[in-house]
């Protein structure tokens, strides 16, 4: 079977690999499509804080598929079912798993990265790690159901957002735009800040999705807060750029009494003086990974139409040539590309 491999800094192998047999605990999934998150790019650029990761790999945690096989002990998934992956499989014997926090699990592994993931035509898994996927959601659209996991985590969670609030999202990347699509079906009001190079591909994604955007690189983004919240400030601030900057930026534009929710992993450290902070009483938050009931919002966000899935997926690079997805995604000239390993 075809599978993509990533062999070392900035190289990916197209490779076959024999086809997997499951487990009698396991299924065999054939894989429909797989996308590309920032984490992916990260690994594909080997930078620092992804350097632990063993290569060769086969990359991918985002994916969608079919089950064309099943172990002799599993009893909750047939052949046929269409299903996706949790991709952080939680140890579930840690104080936090215990704690009911699978999320920041002590001993997690990650799909793609601990062990080989999804760029591939098959991959076997856990049931445990499964989520049906029912047949009203095209298989493509489900592809994006791990990354709009971490945006209802981060939404309905990890925030105090309601309807009507005035809501900045920081950075339209993957997650950045699926945090705000979140936001805004629940009815927020919603604004999405860029950079200059965002303005070719993400921003407007995002225009298209029926939500204001603003390239802040031309434009005072100061001004802007205040024709946009008369003067108070964003109810809530969601920094999903992962940028060491994206904190501070956000504490300077969310209201007294609001909340920063942290959901970007920066690289490097950032210097945020509490002072004002403290004085203003913000709420400032984080948001890691997903939980299997922010699995669960996902698709029924998915199911019901609430989140445009066709628009936000990019179906225009090819399972041969990965790597132009890899570099395009990395310049901003997309921002939810998909490799698709069976029609």
């Given at each position: 079977m075809k599978a993509l491999v990533h062999t070392g800094p900035r190289s990916i192998e197209i490779r076959e690999r024999e086809k997997p047999a499951p487990n009698a605990d396991e299924v065999l999934v054939r894989v429909h499509t797989a996308g590309l998150c920032g984490s992916d790019a990260h690994a594909y650029t080997y930078e620092d804080g992804y350097e632990w990761i063993p290569i060769p790999r086969i990359m991918g945690h985002e994916y969608s598929g079919e089950v064309v096989d099943v172990g002799s002990e599993v009893t909750?998934?047939?052949?046929?079912?269409?299903?996706?992956?949790?991709?952080?499989?939680?140890c579930g014997t840690c104080f936090q798993c215990k704690n009911s926090q699978p999320n920041v699990c002590q001993n997690f592994e990650i799909t793609g990265m601990h062990n080989d993931g999804a760029y591939t035509e098959y991959t076997t898994v856990k049931p445990r790690d499964l989520h049906h996927i029912p047949d009203e959601i095209p298989l493509d659209h489900a592809s994006i159901t791990e990354p709009l996991s971490?945006?209802?985590?981060?939404?309905?969670?990890?925030?105090?957002?309601?309807?009507?609030?005035?809501?900045?999202?920081?950075?339209?990347?993957?997650?950045?735009v699926l945090v705000a699509a979140v936001a805004d079906s629940m009815g927020a009001d919603v604004l999405v800040s860029g950079l200059r190079k965002d303005t070719v591909y993400r921003l407007p994604l995002v225009e298209q999705l029926g939500i204001e955007t603003v390239d802040i690189e031309n434009n005072d983004l100061s001004m802007l807060v205040d024709d946009h919240t008369d003067g108070i400030g964003f109810d809530a601030v969601f920094d999903t750029t992962g940028h060491q900057s994206g904190v501070e930026m956000a504490i300077d534009h969310v209201r007294k009494g609001g909340q920063v929710v942290v959901v970007g992993l920066s690289g490097a450290p950032s210097e945020v003086f509490m002072t004002p902070v403290v004085r203003s009483e913000v709420d400032l938050n984080t948001s890691y990974g997903s939980t299997w009931r922010n699995f669960e919002q996902a698709i029924r966000l998915l199911s019901t139409g609430a989140i445009d899935a066709d628009a936000i997926i990019d179906r225009s690079f090819s399972v041969d040539e990965p790597t132009a997805a890899f570099e395009a995604f990395l310049e901003s000239e997309t921002c939810k590309p998909v490799f698709a390993f069976s029609e």
């Open positions: 909750d998934f047939s052949v046929g079912d269409h299903a996706v992956e949790e991709p952080i499989h939680d971490i945006a209802t985590r981060a939404v309905f969670d990890q925030s105090n957002v309601a309807p009507g609030d005035t809501v900045l999202v920081e950075g339209p990347g993957p997650i950045g």
